[in-house]
């Protein structure tokens, strides 16, 4: 059974720092890996998402990156500002099943210090 | 604008009242899914349905019930709520095809059953 692990839980950093937040999966054989954040209180807002023949993918300040064979993706948000404190979020897409359900990591809890 | 929509947002129940949160996609996307959030478990699926009359389980799906009888609408039943379902619903829509592309959320309906 595909198992998503996100580390750190959380993180707390000074204003305009490069990050990086890690995630990774048991399961090589995937469709797609997704990338969200979640504010308190809200939904879930997609942020990236890697097809399993990409390597990376890059939106604005945010870029994730994909490497199946070692089950690990990562998402690195350059010059973090305080509106960037959220819940991120990584999801895989399982490659088998009918379902095509994503499996979720328990989140990396951000918080960027003004 | 594109996007899903959940009704209540909140919702305070006692034990044993029925109730049905809806959810409404306009984006005639054919996969439609409900997760629930929970501190420490992440967002589990519940149920999820690939098109019209066409359901299925998730991995928790003991206590609900789902129906799909228009391809916008996909609502999540309880027929008897018991405080264990306390939690956060999301509910979630995309395109079918081979690129099984991003998944849409709703802004989720915060369950409290006393």
């Known amino acids: 059974k595909q198992e998503v692990t996100q580390i750190p839980a959380a993180l707390s950093v000074p204003e305009g720092e490069n990050l990086v937040l890690n995630c990774s999966f048991t399961?090589?054989?995937?469709?797609?890996l997704q990338w969200f954040r979640q504010d308190p209180g809200k939904g879930l807002t997609s942020l990236l998402l890697?097809?399993?023949?990409?390597r990376e993918q890059t939106s604005g300040r945010l870029n994730a990156s994909l490497d199946k064979s070692s089950g690990r993706s990562t998402l690195y948000i350059a010059a973090s500002q305080p509106g960037d404190s959220a819940t991120y979020l990584c999801?895989?897409?399982?490659?088998?099943?009918?379902?095509?359900?994503?499996?979720f990591g328990s989140g990396t809890q951000l918080t960027v210090l003004p | 604008e594109a996007q899903v929509t959940q009704n209540p947002r909140y919702l305070i129940t006692v034990t044993g009242k029925k109730l049905t949160v809806t959810c409404s996609q306009n984006?005639?996307?054919?996969?439609m899914s409900w997760y629930r959030q929970d501190p420490g478990l992440g967002l589990r699926q519940i149920y999820y349905s690939m098109n019209v009359e066409v359901t299925d389980k998730g991995d928790v799906p003991e206590g609900y019930k789902v129906s799909r009888k228009e391809k916008r609408n996909f609502p999540l039943i309880l027929e008897s709520p018991s405080p264990n379902q306390t939690s956060l619903y999301f509910c979630a829509s995309r395109p079918e095809g081979p690129r099984y592309n991003e998944q849409f959320f709703g802004p989720g309906t915060r369950l409290t059953v006393l």
């Open positions: 984006m005639n996307h054919e996969y």
């Open positions: 999801a895989v897409t399982p490659y088998s099943g009918s379902a095509r359900q994503l499996t």
């Open positions: 890697i097809q399993s023949s990409q």
């Open positions: 399961d090589s054989a995937i469709y797609n």
